[in-house]
């Protein structure tokens, strides 16, 4: 008989609906707390499901590879968790499949930063190709500020050794965020700032918004090319149509989730994860 | 049912229910402070870790 684990560091709200998603449908269920367990003293045999949640990125990529090592399936895939992770590999993937996108530069110095500067134009926005919820994203206006925080980030260690530079959309105060669960759209919020971050983890708030066949069709296509079972896909309106900003591989989902959709996203991820096992 | 645990930098006290799960986060109400618990029998309280550069989605 297959077992059903989710595997978790830090108890965000996520985590605790899809423990009692996983609990009120009576499946064979266990909540495994990784923080001071190690490999290979961790559950999961071939055949098994596994929700990969720890909150480090590092972390749970590290636990997938070592769960599919055991035939475990995980969700997502340690393939689809290390392309996601990277803005960079996202990219590329989403430019090879002809996915409209901002326009992007990457560097690898703070000198070929400013050469890309000068293609993509100011504003423009730099991003640590890993990382989430905002951090230390920066909207640059002038050769000056590029300059500055260029060699700050020379000084930040080798993650910040590649300048991922995306040309700055100007939005209409919001984002929208889809959550796509087996290739279908769950939910479509916009996520409403005065700000230019729109995080709803940096202070955002969501609202509901229609799912046209328009964006439809572009969701499939980021499904196709970046795989996956549940996936984030973050879009910017223009008035020449979307761009996929990047691609969430283990979505937090509590704004999108419930009341203000009508969609149980924790159950839905609870049953098709389920229905991935060897029963 | 709860249990009452002291936080680890003011000693205001935290209550801890019955159903509390390890990783589960707390705010003390007395200084603020973002604790996680790190085990149950009998319930522990450490100061929770600063954000990581990788964490998120
Ligand atoms: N090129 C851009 N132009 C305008 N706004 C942008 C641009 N890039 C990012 N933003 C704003 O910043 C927010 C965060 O950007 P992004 O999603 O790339 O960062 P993140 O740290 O990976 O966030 P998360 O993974 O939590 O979604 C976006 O939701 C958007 O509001």
Redesign the interface.
């Known amino acids: 008989m297959a077992h059903f684990y989710i595997f978790?560091?830090?108890?965000r709200t996520e985590?605790?609906l899809l423990?009692q998603a996983a609990e009120g449908k009576g499946l064979p269920f266990s909540?495994v707390?990784v923080?001071d367990a190690f490999w290979p003293d961790l559950p999961g045999e071939k055949g098994d499901v596994a929700l990969c949640r720890c909150?480090?990125?590092?972390q749970n990529s590290a636990l997938a590879i070592l769960l599919e090592s055991r035939g475990v399936v995980t969700v997502n895939s340690s393939d689809v968790m290390a392309l996601c992770?990277d803005k960079v590999t996202t990219a590329a993937k989403l430019t090879s499949a002809g996915i409209p996108q901002p326009e992007y530069a990457v560097a690898f110095s703070p000198e070929g930063a400013l050469e890309a500067a000068k293609r993509l134009g100011y504003p423009l926005v730099l991003k640590?190709p890993?990382?989430?919820?905002g951090?230390l994203l920066a909207k640059v206006n002038d050769t000056d500020a590029l300059e500055a925080i260029a060699e700050h980030k020379a000084h930040m260690g080798a993650?910040h050794s590649v300048f991922f530079m995306q040309q700055f959309i100007e939005k209409q105060g919001f984002d929208l965020r889809a959550t796509l669960l087996g290739g279908k759209a769950l939910t479509v919020i916009k996520r409403c700032s005065a700000h230019w971050i729109t995080n709803t983890?940096r202070g955002a708030y969501p609202e509901r918004y229609p799912l046209s066949p328009e964006l439809e069709k572009l969701l499939g296509q980021v499904q196709n090319a970046i795989g996956g079972a549940v996936l984030?896909v973050d879009l910017f309106e223009t008035p020449d149509g979307w761009l996929v900003n990047e691609v969430?591989?283990?979505?937090?989902f509590r704004s999108s989730d419930g009341e203000l959709t009508g969609v149980d996203i924790a159950g839905s991820l609870v049953e098709y994860t389920w229905s991935l096992a060897k029963q | 049912m709860s249990t009452k645990v002291q936080c680890v930098i003011c000693e205001g006290d935290i209550l801890i229910s019955d159903g509390a799960m390890e990783g589960e986060l707390f705010l003390c109400p007395d200084c603020g402070t973002e604790l996680e618990l790190i085990s149950l029998n009998p319930p522990v309280l450490a100061e929770a870790p600063e954000v990581q550069e990788d964490w998120g989605e």
């Open positions: 978790y560091t830090r108890l985590e605790k423990f909540a707390n923080t909150v480090s990125q590092t992770a640590p890993t990382g989430s919820w951090r993650a983890a984030a969430n591989g283990q979505p937090e």
